[in-house]
């Protein structure tokens, strides 16, 4: 059974770090693309980060850009998601995704949360002005 599990979140203040983690298990994701993806109370789930499953690309959304870094072991059971200089706008559920991914396709074609296959039940991280 395919789990992926998050963890890291909690309450910071604005301009504080947080790391959020993505355990990965039930199958191998070698082939797959991870991702991050937030959704904010009344908005729609929404990309943030993406990354191939030989970790060399990586994609995001441009608000994080600069800001937040996904990387993932060498293992590639586990994503993480580096996240510097928080605002309250980051104020959000983050859930972990795998997505397969077999043309080896560049990071940024591979926003589409429907493109993603598996789902972690979200992690909540909240922003204090």
């Known amino acids: 059974q395919v789990q992926l599990v998050e963890s890291g979140g909690g309450l910071v203040q604005a301009g504080g770090s947080l790391r959020l983690s993505c355990a990965a298990s039930?199958?191998?994701?070698?082939?797959?693309?991870m991702a991050w993806f937030r959704q904010a109370p009344g908005k729609e789930r929404e990309f943030v980060a993406t990354i191939s499953w030989s970790g060399r690309s990586t994609y995001y959304t441009e608000p994080v850009k600069g800001r937040f870094t996904i990387s993932r072991d060498s293992a590639r059971t586990t994503v993480y998601l580096q996240m510097n200089s928080l605002k309250p706008d980051d104020t959000a559920v983050y859930y972990c995704a795998a997505g397969l991914d077999l043309d080896y396709r560049s990071s940024s074609t591979f926003t589409n949360r429907g493109e993603y296959n598996y789902w972690g039940q979200g992690t909540q991280v909240t922003v204090s002005s």
């Open positions: 039930g199958r191998t994701f070698t082939s797959y693309h």
